[in-house]
């Protein structure tokens, strides 16, 4: 099933290094994530070049997020198999405390215009506190499409969010996906 793209506007071409850096991300996003927030990587020499690597990458991936708009109102999907990197210690929250909470997370993120895609990322991992946004973006919305970098960035729909865009809580309930994970289910809205 094809999925239909939300119009983005390009401001700015991505370096070389940038879309290096990217393609970077796009083939080894799972990794790169665990070694970014620590797990398996605190105080672990064997994991010292990787973090010095992705260190150099992080910027140019967030510069890179910065040279796209949306032009249009989107519905974005992102399924987070370990919430903590989304949600911290306020995943145990009662879910009605959260609404209108203001929802910023510290860098780029990946969503999709695909919410199977989306949920299969929900179910993937250790499955432990995992939450599920449900992104309701408006026009002017810094974010990387990543068919923009070609085919191959077209099979899941993916668009990384630029890192500390706010948005505002307006759902939050507790779920259970299909095969069985407990799960946060935010709706978020840009203000």
Known sequence: MTVPWPKFEKLV???AEESEAVHSYAAESPRLHHLMQGRDAMGCPAFESELAED???LPLITSA???WRLLEDAVLY???GNGYAAMGSLWHSEPNRLVDL???YGGFFSTSVDQQAALRF???GDKRH???LTIRARPGLLALPMWALGPNGRFEGEVIVSPAVDFRVAGALRKEAEGGTPFLDLELEMP
Do not use: H, M, N
Request: a positive charge.
């Open 13 to 15: 071409d991505l370096t």
């Open 102 to 104: 203001t929802y910023r």
């Open 65 to 67: 997020t910065r040279k």
């Open 122 to 124: 929900l179910e993937a």
């Open 130 to 132: 995992s939450v599920f």
């Open 78 to 80: 992102a399924g987070i």
């Open 55 to 57: 260190s150099r990458l």
